[in-house]
């Protein structure tokens, strides 16, 4: 077995993943194209940007060289980090610019990388202007795309790409990582893994006052239906909305001041795409917020679920377990599971372009008819 270079020696969760790739640069053999596929929160993009400073850096990954230090910081010149830019996905421009920048000989390495996160929504318009670059790239390019699964990438691209896959972390060890990173109490941590998703995404929540009042608000309105009406239910997805929608008011100053430096060396073709780009972005940011709020209500609804059943000791979350169980005393299994169904069928309307606001009152009305909340009259 090949020495382990220091970049990859930090992908201990993954341990065949990093001797393979070990291997890979010890016998000279590094693909052209890699598919690293596998459940977020497995480390894929950790793995693909160690393997770009293996790539880049003159000692083969030594890890604190100045070429690798830059890759970490996301400033080396020949290491780019790609994601979709519109909300559906990757645009076909973001192709046409990646390949012509492929052409360009590197800065500062011998070599140059290409990550790129969310593969799978690569469409077929994008993936047809990055197919040849892909299969036959420049002298010294490499790519590695990331996503959930191979299946879920256009065979056209995984096809060309070497698949590396990714075990998925275990619920201990998630939970393990982020108490360790963040110094978070075993039920918090809990709390945020089932809400987030990730450990990367549970940190950023847990260290966000904003997301975490919305979490808050959820739990409140969810624990309140038993005794709202009609109209507090549509008063109570209003105020969700704006609770999601108040951690992007920093965005928008943002933007709005970027866009106010760049007017005067802008030309008004350049200043329409900063624009089209920066709506982009906080349409993207706002549905990541609402499906966080949806996420945040189904697992409240899944610990209902739990309750019913008589599992109160796998319920996640216990902070608000007198709530959960007194809801769970006037429902069935059926009901909570239809409860279930309602969040998901709001996380696919949000995805859809429905209006937030329209999908988050729907999803409360079927939630407290489904968990037989009695409605109240004014």
């Not at 109570?236 to 951690?247: F, K, L, M, S």
């Not at 608000?320 to 809801?327: G, L, N, V």
């Amino acid at each position: 077995m090949p020495s382990v270079p220091a970049a990859l020696a930090a992908l201990s969760r993954q341990p065949r993943v990093r001797d393979f790739l070990a291997s890979a640069l010890a016998e000279g053999r590094l693909s052209h194209a890699y598919l690293f596929a596998g459940a977020p929160g497995s480390g894929r993009t950790e793995a693909a940007l160690a393997l770009a400073r293996c790539v880049v850096c003159p000692e083969g990954g030594d890890g604190t060289c100045g070429e690798c230090i830059r890759v970490a910081h996301g400033t080396h010149p020949d290491v780019r980090v790609l994601r979709p830019a519109g909300a559906q996905g990757y645009l076909a421009e973001q192709a046409d610019e990646l390949v012509r920048d492929a052409q360009l000989s590197p800065m500062r390495a011998r070599a140059k990388v290409y990550v790129l996160e969310r593969a799978e929504t690569l469409g077929r318009s994008a993936a047809n202007a990055l197919l040849k670059t892909i299969e036959e790239p420049p002298e010294g390019v490499h790519f590695v795309l990331v996503a959930r699964s191979a299946d879920a990438v256009l065979p056209t691209i995984a096809s060309r790409c070497q698949v590396v896959p990714f075990r998925p972390p275990s619920e201990a060890e998630a939970r393990r990582e982020l108490e360790r990173s963040c110094g978070a109490e075993p039920e918090r941590a809990a709390i945020a893994l089932s809400v987030a998703g990730t450990v990367d995404e549970a940190r950023q929540l847990l260290l966000s006052p904003d997301r975490l009042e919305v979490r808050r608000l959820v739990v409140r309105v969810l624990s309140e239906l038993p005794d709202d009406d009609g109209w507090d239910v549509l008063c109570a997805a209003r105020r969700i909305v704006e609770a999601c929608d108040a951690p992007l008011e920093t965005l928008r100053g943002e933007q709005a001041a970027r866009q106010e430096a760049y007017a005067d060396f802008l030309s008004a073709g350049a200043r329409r795409q900063a624009a089209a780009a920066d709506r982009r972005e906080l349409t993207a940011r706002e549905r990541s917020s609402i499906m966080e709020a949806l996420s945040a209500a189904e697992s409240f609804l899944r610990d209902v679920l739990l309750s019913v059943e008589g599992l109160r000791d796998r319920m996640v979350n216990v902070d608000c377990a007198d709530a959960i169980c007194r809801i769970a005393r006037h429902a069935t299994p059926s009901g909570a599971i239809r409860a279930l169904g309602a969040c998901s069928r709001a996380a696919e309307d949000v995805a859809r372009n429905v209006s937030p606001r329209l999908a988050l009152e729907a999803m409360l009305l079927s939630v407290k008819e489904a968990l037989t909340c009695q409605p109240s009259y004014r």
